[in-house]
Nanobody
């Protein structure tokens, strides 16, 4: 019953930056954690970063220097600032919401967004 809407992906040159946005919609009471994973063709989906409060994040070790996650709890939104991008960052980036509690439910959901393509190329 919840949808994650992603935006901000696209084509950038090496060294460029992108800011990804994800907003959850639905009859949402709360979301425990939000963040981002990514998956390149032929590779496993991997963690980029997850956050609960937006002030700290659980980053993949390779992401800590160039990726910054933030969250706006009031808008059920999460953002990913990606800087100094290289070809190795080319992937489909998926928004992730964990522990989604709807107002008419006593159970939690984990939800994937549809994915947004990030391509880094000259």
């Amino acid at each position: 019953q919840v949808q994650l809407v992603e935006s901000g992906g696209g084509l950038v040159q090496p060294g460029g930056s992108l800011r990804l946005s994800c907003t959850a919609s639905g009859n949402i009471l709360s979301i425990f954690a939000m963040g981002w994973y990514r998956q390149a063709p032929g590779k496993q989906r991997e963690l980029v970063a997850m956050t609960t409060d937006g002030d700290s994040g659980d980053y993949s070790n390779s992401m800590k220097d160039r990726f910054t996650i933030s969250r706006d709890n009031n808008r059920n939104a999460v953002y990913l600032q990606a800087d100094t991008l290289g070809a190795e960052d080319t992937a489909v980036y998926y928004c992730r919401a964990e522990g989604v509690r709807l107002r008419n439910s006593e159970h939690d959901y984990d939800v994937w967004g549809p994915g947004t393509q990030v391509s880094v190329s000259s």
